[in-house]
């Protein structure tokens, strides 16, 4: 099982822009998707957009058309570019294999997210 570790976040004002990283320890290749999700202060942790192995997405519709998912299967790295942040997309980001989001030692330390306005 791979370790992740995901980076890259920060403070931001309203409008800008971040790159998310999520590097793993070991080879993704194997794992046929990759997800990204995040988690708000008092709020569930909830999906944000999944990338296959062979390229194709898939985003909620609050962040589909700001939000764009990508994978370097050969970096065993997995990309969120955040375009047009909003506060409400405060909160810690997480990446993992979405067929291990039961698992609870699956998950990295996450990164946090803060707009401000």
């Known amino acids: 099982q791979v370790q992740l570790k995901e980076s890259g976040g920060g403070l931001v004002q309203a409008g800008g822009s971040l790159r998310l990283s999520c590097a793993a320890s070991?080879?993704?290749?194997?794992?046929?998707?990759m997800g990204w999700y995040r988690q708000a202060t008092n709020k569930r942790r909830e999906f944000i957009a999944s990338?296959?192995?062979?390229?194709?997405?898939l985003y909620d519709r609050s962040v589909k058309g700001r939000f764009t998912i990508s994978r370097d299967n050969a970096e065993n790295t997995v990309y969120l570019q955040i375009n047009s942040l909003k506060p409400e997309d405060t909160a810690v980001y997480y990446c993992?294999?979405?067929?291990?989001?039961?698992?609870?030692?699956?998950w990295g330390p996450g990164t946090q997210v803060t707009v401000s306005t």
């Open positions: 993992n294999d979405v067929e291990r989001t039961w698992d609870s030692g699956s």
């Open positions: 070991g080879s993704i290749f194997s794992i046929d998707r």
């Open positions: 990338v296959t192995r062979g390229g194709n997405t």
